[in-house]
């Protein structure tokens, strides 16, 4: 009998409910049943996707903050900083911008290596702060990411694959967003959902028709062992 592949999942626009927001209670049992690693790459912030491995009930590998921020289960390697990330939002700040999120930012307030700024926010002025500090914005969808470049997502899955027993020539992604795509790059198979971005269908090996859980639902079933 096969054996279920490894799956490497972003959050946001590839867990959550169709109309966008909010992971989809749908995927919680699938998840919870897959034999193989089920790896959660995002931008979000280190503390989201171990609590949603917590919740699922599925062992902690996690892959957040764009790649600046991994967990094998038994170690946490941080591969950036936050001190630049920080002094640009002050900048940006300064400047009459705003981060986005309001006083309590909850958003940010336990990111380890980056800072997101709402995506309703200008983008341009940010990009030229975070240049002058030699760090890269990265628009995921649903929030601008000052970040390293150097750490991403693929690099991070990489890190895993080395100190785990999963094997990325048979690894599954499925992704929505540029920030997706280095993962894309070292597995075995990738899909974008039919809500991804045009970085995201590009590195694709396959783009879905279906959008958010719906696509993710359907690649989980195509690659269930028989």
Known sequence: ?????????????????PEGWGIDPRLFDPLLEWEAPVVIATGKA????VALCHFAG?????????????????????TADRDAAEAVAREYE????????GPEDTVNRWRETEIAVQHDQPVEPLREIADGYGLE????????????????????????AEHTNLDL????????????????EVV???????????????????????????????????????
């Open 137 to 160: 914005v990265v628009d995921t969808g649903y929030a601008y990411h000052v970040k390293d470049p150097a750490p991403n997502k693929g690099d991070g899955v990489r890190t895993i």
């Open 188 to 226: 075995g198979r990738s899909f974008a959902v039919g809500n991804a971005d045009d970085a995201a269908r590009g590195a694709a090996d396959e783009v879905l028709e279906d959008v958010h859980a719906d696509a993710t639902l359907g690649v989980i079933e195509r690659v269930r062992s028989a």
């Open 94 to 101: 300064a400047a009459g911008y705003s981060l986005g999120w």
């Open 46 to 49: 280190f503390p989201y996707p």
């Open 1 to 17: 009998m096969e054996r279920d592949p490894p799956l490497v999942l972003d959050i946001d626009g590839t867990l959550t409910r």
């Open 169 to 184: 020539e048979e690894a599954v992604a499925v992704g929505d967003s540029e920030n997706d795509v280095s993962t894309f």
């Open 58 to 78: 599925i062992p902690e590998l996690v892959v957040a903050e764009n790649g600046g921020a991994v967990y094998t289960g038994d170690d946490v390697f941080f």
